[in-house]
């Protein structure tokens, strides 16, 4: 069964200051990824994804992810961050190509930024 | 604004009751999920409907099913409720059955008395 690992539950980063979330994935064939964030009493939004093809991907708000198939990692980045970023941040996994068991979602990291 | 609507927004109710809760998709996906996010069990999936034929199963309970009906729209019914279903349910869409990305709507929070 699949599974994902967020190692940290908080993180606390000064404004413009920057970031990298960790996620850490087990999954038996290859793997969809996503990270989401929700902000509280929202929804969940998708930031970016990775399917396949370049390892380094682009999502909203500046964010950035990489997937190393070898760490079986799949880390959230972001140059600078701003007080807005304050959210939890969740990383999730999925089949690729013909599984339909639904994302398997991490914990979950508080994010929280200092003035 | 993804383009799934949830209703209600919040829903207040006692042990033993019924609840139905609906999710609209974006328009033009076929796939509609439900996930219970909880502060014990964090984000799991529960069921997965396509295209009006039930698809996956994840960790849903007896007392809970779903469908989805000829507009698409589903349903999500919680019934003989109990303290510990309080959560937050979301309902995601997707265009296609498999390997596609989940769209989430804002959730229906459900509270157990």
């Known amino acids: 069964a699949q599974s994902v690992t967020q190692p940290d539950i908080h993180i606390t980063v000064s404004e413009g200051a920057s970031l990298e979330l960790r996620c850490n994935y087990s999954y038996g064939a290859t793997p969809y990824l996503f990270w989401y964030v929700q902000s509280p009493g929202q929804g969940l939004q998708l930031l970016l994804k990775?399917?396949?093809?370049?390892?380094l991907v682009q999502g909203i708000k500046g964010f950035e992810a990489e997937f190393k198939r070898s760490q079986s990692s799949f880390n959230l980045r972001k140059p600078s961050v701003h007080w807005s970023d304050a959210a939890e941040y969740f990383c999730?996994?999925?089949?690729?190509?013909?599984?339909?068991?639904?994302?398997?979602f991490g914990k979950g990291t508080h994010l929280i930024i200092q003035p | 604004d993804s383009g799934v609507t949830q209703t209600p927004k919040h829903l207040i109710t006692a042990t033993g009751q019924r609840v139905t809760l609906r999710c609209s998709p974006r328009s033009g996906d076929l796939s509609v999920y439900w996930y219970q996010q909880s502060l014990d069990q964090g984000l799991q999936f529960l069921i997965q409907?396509?295209?009006?034929?039930?698809?996956a199963k994840g960790n849903i309970l007896e007392r809970f099913s779903a469908q989805q009906f000829p507009d698409l729209h589903s349903e999500l019914n919680l019934s003989s409720l109990e303290l510990g279903d309080s959560a937050l349910y979301f309902c995601?869409?997707?265009?296609?059955?498999?390997?596609?990305?989940?769209?989430f709507g804002p959730g229906t929070r459900l509270t157990v008395l």
């Open positions: 999730a996994v999925g089949a690729a190509g013909g599984g339909a068991d639904g994302l398997t």
């Open positions: 409907y396509y295209n009006g034929e039930e698809r």
């Open positions: 995601a869409s997707s265009d296609r059955a498999a390997g596609d990305t989940q769209y």
């Open positions: 990775y399917f396949s093809g370049d390892t």
